[in-house]
């Protein structure tokens, strides 16, 4: 089970970490992603990492502004999301699977979401 959390309301040009904890398995063994969707919009890949941190990937939209992290010892993927935009806001979805990647359709194992909304 994966719960995100950490979302909530700020302006453009602030910054937001989100969290995602997983339960019931073996975290450190998935690469894990973040994705969002918003209003009206499809789900889109945001950014992914390794099982062990030493890979990631990036959209091109938040490359730069968001850092994807992880500690295994406390099963905790992390999305530190920093110059925040209007178009940055999304319901955010974290997940997991076997190796990682940007394909949605890969992952197996999905977050509840968490809102993040920036006002300009």
């Known amino acids: 089970q994966l719960q995100a959390s950490g979302g909530g309301d700020v302006q453009a040009g602030g910054s937001l970490r989100l969290s995602c904890a997983a339960s019931?398995?073996?975290?450190?063994?998935?690469?894990t992603g973040w994705f969002r969707q918003a209003p009206g919009k499809e789900r889109d890949f945001v950014a992914a990492?390794?099982?062990?941190?030493?890979?990631?990937r990036y959209a091109d939209s938040v490359t730069g502004r968001f850092t994807i992290s992880r500690d295994n010892a406390k099963n905790t993927v992390y999305l530190q999301m920093n110059s925040l935009k209007p178009e940055d806001t999304a319901v955010y979805y974290c997940?997991?699977?076997?190796?990682?990647?940007?394909?949605?359709?890969?992952?197996?194992?999905w977050g509840q979401g968490t809102l993040v909304t920036v006002s300009s």
């Open positions: 997940a997991a699977r076997l190796s990682y990647g940007t394909a949605i359709r890969n992952y197996d194992y």
């Open positions: 019931g398995r073996t975290f450190s063994s998935y690469g």
């Open positions: 990492i390794s099982w062990s941190g030493d890979s990631t």
